[in-house]
C-alpha cells in the first residue's frame, strides 16, 4: 500500500516534456519528429537517460520500443504497464504521446518517493511509430508487439523515398529479427495509457479526467482513379475522362455514407487527394485519394465503408475512369476492462477529482494492448480540443492531475495478485 501521500513533481516534469520538444526538426513551438530519423534518436537518447537516472531497468525491441520496469515483490507475476508515444507529425505540439511517456515516468518516481512498493513489476512502454507519417501505418510498435502485423510485413514498409522499415531500423541500431517483438496474450496484467484528449469535451465540461470506455479504430482506403488525360484547351468537355471530378464525387460521396448512419461516434476523412501531372492547363491524368474510417462501432463503420465503395465504383463508371481499390488497414476497436475502469474511478474518488466517463475517437496504442491484456485509459483536457499543431496546450493543473490518477491507478493494480475482469490476466 502507499505509505505516504503521492507527490508529483510538477517542476522536473515540465521541464522534461519542454526538453522533450526541443528535439524537433521544425522550430519552437512547433514539433516534428519522424521516427528513426536524427530528431527521433536523440529524443530517444533523451528518454533513455530519464529512465537510467530512475534506476529503471531498460530493454529495447527489434522495432525500437522501450520498456523500463520496476521490479515488484513478485517479480513472476505479470507487469501493470502504461506508456504512449514520443514520435510526432509534421508541425506538431509537444503533448500528443508525450504526456502518457514522461507523465508515467513521474507517477513511477512519485510512487516510489512516497515509499509504495509494487507487488507485481509496473512497465513504462514508450512504443516506436504510433503515428502513420513515415510508413502510412499507425501504431508499428504495438502492432508489431501484438502480433496485429506479419513481422514479413513489417520489414517490408517503405517511406516516401522507397526505403524499407527493415532498413530504417537496422541503422538505428534495432538488427534483431521482427519476430522477436511479438509477445504473447497474457504478458501483461494490464495496460493504463494516459493521454490529452485531442478532443474539446472536457475542456467543455470543466472536468479534469476522463475516463476511457471505449477506442474508435479506423479503416484505410487508398483509391487510384486514371484517365487519359490531355490538354486543357483542346479536348472537349463531353469527351473527357476526369479522375479528379471521379474523386470529387467520391470525397462527397464518403461525407454522405458517415452522415447516413446518424452517428456522432461514425467519421469519415479524405485526407488526401494527389492529383497528377497537378498542372492548371492539363487535365488530370491520375488521382490518388485516402480515406479514413472510425468508429467505436465496427459493424457500423464496416458499413459505412461498403457504401464508399459502392459510391467509388458508382463514380468511377460514370465518366469511365479506372479505378483501383487498396485497403491499408482495417482494426476492430477496443473496449476498456471493466476492473480497469473501476480502479480508475475508485482512484478519482479518493483524491475529489472530478471525472467523466467516455469515448476516445483518436486512435492509440491502447487498441493494439487489448490483444495482449485488459487495458483502459485516462483522458485529461487539451485547449480547445486543438491537437496535431503547435497549438495543442495541456495545462500544468490537467497533467499533475492526470499523473496523480494514473499514479493512483498504478498502485491499485499492482498491489493485485490476479484479478477477475472482463480478461483476467
Known sequence: ???????????????????????????????????????????????????????????????????????????????????????AIPYAGRYDGTVGVLGGLEAIRALRASGFRPRRPVELIMFTAEEPTRFGVGCL????????????????????????????????????????????PGAYAAFVELHIEQGPHLERSGVPIGIVEAIAAPAGLRVWLEGPGGHAGT???HERHDPLLSGARIALGVEAAVLQEGSEDTVGTVGVFDVHPGAINSIPRRVRLEIDVRDVDENRRDRVLARIRAAIHEAAGERGVHHRIEELYRDGPARSDAALLEAIEATCLELGIPFLRMKSRAYHDTVFMARLCPVAMIFIPCREGLSHCPEEYASPENIAWGVRVLAGTLARLASRGPWRGSRSP
Open 141 to 184: 510498435g504495438s502492432r508489431a508487439l501484438s502480433g496485429a502485423l506479419d513481422p514479413n510485413t513489417l520489414a517490408r514498409l517503405r517511406d516516401a523515398d522507397g526505403r524499407t522499415l527493415d532498413e530504417v531500423r537496422r541503422e538505428a541500431g534495432y538488427t534483431a529479427p521482427l519476430e522477436s517483438v511479438v509477445k504473447r
Open 1 to 87: 500500500m502507499i505509505r505516504s501521500p503521492v507527490l508529483v513533481d510538477l517542476d522536473r516534469l515540465l521541464g522534461e516534456l519542454d526538453s522533450l520538444a526541443c528535439f524537433s526538426d521544425a522550430p519552437s513551438p512547433a514539433v516534428t519528429r519522424i521516427v528513426f530519423t536524427p530528431a527521433d534518436r536523440a529524443a530517444r537518447s533523451f528518454l533513455l537517460e530519464r529512465f537510467w537516472e530512475a534506476g529503471l531497468e531498460v530493454r529495447q525491441d527489434a522495432i525500437g520500443n522501450f520498456f523500463a520496469r520496476w521490479e515488484g515483490l513478485e517479480p513472476g507475476l505479470p507487469a501493470v504497464a502504461t506508456g504512449s508515444h514520443i514520435d
Open 235 to 237: 479536348v472537349p468537355m
